[in-house]
């Protein structure tokens, strides 16, 4: 990318909590970056609300049946936008000469397909969107690679090891990768305690501002299983190269030990912000809006090992990490539908992994080397998830007089 033009960014997923941090540090920088494609699912008056800051060329809202009000809020808001619906739409939008930087940061399996697109385009791919990579990791860097993508990780431990690395290549010189975990809300409970906690206590994350999923996610440990799975394909270390180490401040975002016997690690407060600097600036610095790190003023960092009796999500991630082939696509599946039903009070918080493991026990992993195999692995998955969900009641009812 020339450094003197000025570089169109799609954010995609624009109005969650990744979304506004990255359309935070583009206005920061009006001389280099112009967000010119603004994409969401279902909200279209946030939408409108971005539409009326940024002024991006194009408006993209998932749902179909929402075009028309987008259309007519652009319409009366006087705004130049052009405005567009559906996947379709916004994954030829990502393909075309409307962005030469795409943000990837819709949650869940739903943002696999304008990934894919961006990375088959050659498009410089911020990749906020984990579970695409945990659903069809090989296929996704296989593309970029053949189509010349540059994919930058925006997941704070991956773009802590592609800043250590300085690249996405981990060769034969990295003896191990090991990735930070906060521990989530309920670090230190047990399984017991656990049975009783509150959707309200899951999403409300210690250290970082985060959209639902994740957050519940954080809560399960899951979280963690994705991200392992994601360093497998981001950066082509075998499994057994990769660690977790529990560090509740969240201040070392992940390290890396290379074979001289060196650790790097790269630390900051946490705000994804720095993620998405370095992504959009990278090899250049740009500032982020974050404020530098005062020791003095955090003194105390802390590791212990990851407890996987009370957390089984990550257990069950990395045993379908070794699976391969299905595996991972059915694991982020189950865990998907258990999370959403979770979200909306249909299930207690220990059925998420009771679900996720009832699902893989039910469905054994097969090799898959095409999209189709690991779409059609991801639908089975959803199925009988849901089937299951039946069996299931949430926690409050059980525990009504606590
Ligand atoms: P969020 O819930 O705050 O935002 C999700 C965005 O995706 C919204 O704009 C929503 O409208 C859009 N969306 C949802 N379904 C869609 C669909 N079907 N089609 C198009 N758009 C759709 O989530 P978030 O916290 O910003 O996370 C986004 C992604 O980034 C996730 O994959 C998450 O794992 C990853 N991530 C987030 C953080 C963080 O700090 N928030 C950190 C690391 C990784
Ligand atoms: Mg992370």
Redesign the pocket.
């Known amino acids: 990318m020339p450094a003197q033009s000025l570089h169109k960014v799609a954010v995609?997923?624009?109005?969650?909590?990744?979304?506004a941090s990255a359309l935070d540090v583009v206005a920061r920088h009006p001389d280099r970056y112009r967000a010119t494609v603004l994409?969401?699912?279902?909200?279209v008056d946030a939408l409108l609300a971005l539409c009326a800051v940024h002024r991006p060329d194009h408006a993209v809202v998932?749902d179909t049946g929402l075009y028309a009000r987008l259309r007519d809020g652009l319409k009366e808001a006087g705004l130049p936008t052009h405005a567009h619906a559906g996947?379709g739409a916004?994954d030829q939008l990502v393909a075309s000469g409307a962005c030469d930087i795409v943000v990837a940061?819709?949650?869940?399996a739903?943002?696999l397909s304008s990934t894919l697109s961006a990375a088959r385009a050659g498009k410089r791919l911020l990749l906020?969107?984990?579970?695409s990579l945990v659903l069809a990791g090989e296929l996704l860097t296989a593309a970029a690679d053949v189509a010349g993508a540059e994919i930058i990780p925006?997941?704070?431990e991956h773009n802590a090891i592609f800043q250590c690395l300085r690249s996405r290549r981990a060769q034969a010189e990295v003896r191990r990768i090991v990735l930070t975990a906060s521990g989530g809300p309920f670090r230190g409970r047990t399984r017991a305690e656990l049975a009783r906690v509150t959707r309200e206590q899951a999403v409300a994350h210690p250290k970082?501002?985060?959209?639902?999923?994740?957050s519940v996610?954080s809560a399960t440990l899951m979280n963690k299983g994705l991200e392992l799975i994601e360093a497998h394909h981001l950066f082509g270390v075998p499994r057994e190269r990769l660690g977790v180490l529990v560090h509740p401040q969240s201040l070392v975002h992940s390290l890396v030990e290379f074979v001289d016997g060196s650790t790097l690690a790269q630390l900051g407060l946490p705000d994804?912000r720095t993620s998405l600097a370095v992504g959009l600036g990278w090899p250049e610095r740009i500032d982020s809006g974050v404020a530098g790190l005062d020791l003095l003023a955090h003194p105390k960092l802390e590791f212990e090992a990851p407890d996987l009796e009370a957390f089984p999500c990550l257990r069950l991630a990395i045993q379908a990490m070794q699976a391969g082939g299905t595996a991972p696509a059915m694991l982020n599946a189950a865990n998907e539908v258990a999370v959403s039903a979770f979200l909306q009070g249909k299930i207690g918080f220990l059925s998420i992994p009771a679900l996720v493991e009832s699902t893989l026990a039910a469905l054994p992993a097969t090799s898959a080397d095409s999209l189709e195999a690991l779409l059609a692995a991801d639908a089975q998955a959803r199925r009988v998830t849901e089937r299951n969900l039946a069996g299931h009641v949430p926690a409050m009812s059980i525990h009504h007089h606590e």
């Open positions: 995609l997923g624009a109005t969650g909590s990744i979304g994409a969401s699912g279902r909200n998932a996947d916004l940061a819709i949650v869940g739903a943002g906020a969107n984990k579970e925006i997941d704070s970082w501002s985060m959209g639902p999923k994740i996610d994804m």
